[in-house]
C-alpha cells in the first residue's frame, strides 16, 4: 500500500468544470510534487513544492494551479482544461532535509485519472 | 541536461531471470532509481543506488552501477508473472529537483 493517498481515483470533468485533485502524505516530507502521466508515456514533471513554498514550474499552462496548504497536503485545481489533458495525474513526496536539495527517493500515489469531455 | 535512456519490452519465462538495463547522460547524477508501474497503478520505489555505489542487493533484485559507462542494470532473480509490469529507470541529483524516468521497459513474463 502507498503511503502517499490520492482523491479521487477517477475524475471526469467538462471543459467549463472547475474540479481539484487532493495529495496527502504523513511521513513528515517536506517536498511534494505533481507529475502527468500519457498512456505508455513516463511520468512529466509539473510542480514541485519545496517546505510549502513553490520551486518548480515546468512551464505549466495556468489552467493548472497547485497549492500546497500545510507540509502534508498539495492540491492541484483544475479549470477550463482541454481534452488532450486526459492523464493520469500523480503525486509524490520526498524526505529532503534542506530546501532545494534534491536526493531523497520520490514516492508515488496510485495517481488520479483524468478525463476531460 | 540528463537523458535516460532503456529498452521498451523484455520477455522471460518464469523461473528465469530478468535483466533491464538503463543508460544516462549525466554524471553529476547522484542518485538512480528503479520503479514499477502495474496496469492501471502510480509508481512503486523498487530500489535505488547512490553513485558511489557498484552494486544493491535486496532480496530478488540486484541492481549494477558501472559509473564510468553510466550504465546501470536491475536483475530480477526466478521471475515470477506477478512482476509484468513496466520498470522504470530515473536519474536525479543535487540541486535539480527533477526526476528524469527512461520511457519504461515492459516486462512480460510467461508461464
Known amino acids: 500500500d502507498t503511503e502517499v493517498t490520492q482523491t479521487p481515483k477517477h475524475l471526469v470533468m467538462g471543459m467549463t468544470n472547475k474540479k481539484s485533485l487532493k495529495c496527502e502524505q504523513h511521513?513528515?516530507?517536506?517536498?511534494m510534487y505533481w507529475y502527468k502521466q500519457k498512456a505508455k508515456k513516463p511520468p512529466e514533471l509539473m510542480f514541485v513544492?519545496?517546505?510549502?513554498?513553490?520551486?518548480i514550474n515546468e512551464s505549466v499552462p495556468s489552467r493548472f494551479s497547485p497549492e500546497c496548504p500545510n507540509s502534508s497536503l498539495l492540491n492541484l485545481h483544475l479549470h477550463a482544461l482541454q481534452p488532450e489533458d486526459s492523464a493520469l495525474y500523480l503525486c509524490?513526496?520526498?524526505?529532503?532535509?534542506?530546501?532545494?536539495?534534491?536526493?531523497?527517493?520520490?514516492?508515488f500515489g496510485n495517481g488520479t485519472r483524468l478525463t476531460v469531455t | 541536461g540528463e537523458d535516460v535512456e532503456q529498452s521498451l519490452f523484455l520477455s522471460v519465462r518464469e523461473g528465469d531471470s530478468s535483466v533491464i538495463n538503463c543508460t544516462y547522460t549525466?554524471?553529476?547524477?547522484?542518485?538512480l532509481y528503479w520503479y514499477k508501474q502495474e496496469p492501471g497503478a502510480g509508481l512503486q520505489l523498487l530500489t535505488y543506488?547512490?553513485?558511489?555505489?557498484d552494486m544493491k542487493q535486496d532480496q530478488r533484485l540486484t541492481v549494477l552501477l558501472n559509473k564510468k559507462d553510466k550504465h546501470l542494470s536491475l536483475r530480477i532473480a526466478d521471475t515470477q508473472t506477478g512482476d509484468s509490469a513496466i520498470y522504470f529507470c530515473?536519474?536525479?541529483?543535487?540541486?535539480?529537483?527533477?526526476?528524469?524516468f527512461g520511457k519504461g521497459t515492459k516486462l512480460s513474463v510467461k508461464p
Open positions: 509524490a513526496s520526498s524526505q529532503e532535509r534542506a530546501q532545494s536539495s534534491y536526493n531523497s527517493p520520490l514516492h
Open positions: 511521513m513528515g516530507h517536506r517536498a
Open positions: 513544492y519545496s517546505y510549502e513554498k513553490l520551486s
Open positions: 549525466d554524471s553529476s547524477s547522484t542518485y
Open positions: 543506488i547512490f553513485s558511489n555505489m
Open positions: 530515473a536519474a536525479r541529483g543535487g540541486s535539480q529537483g527533477n526526476l528524469i
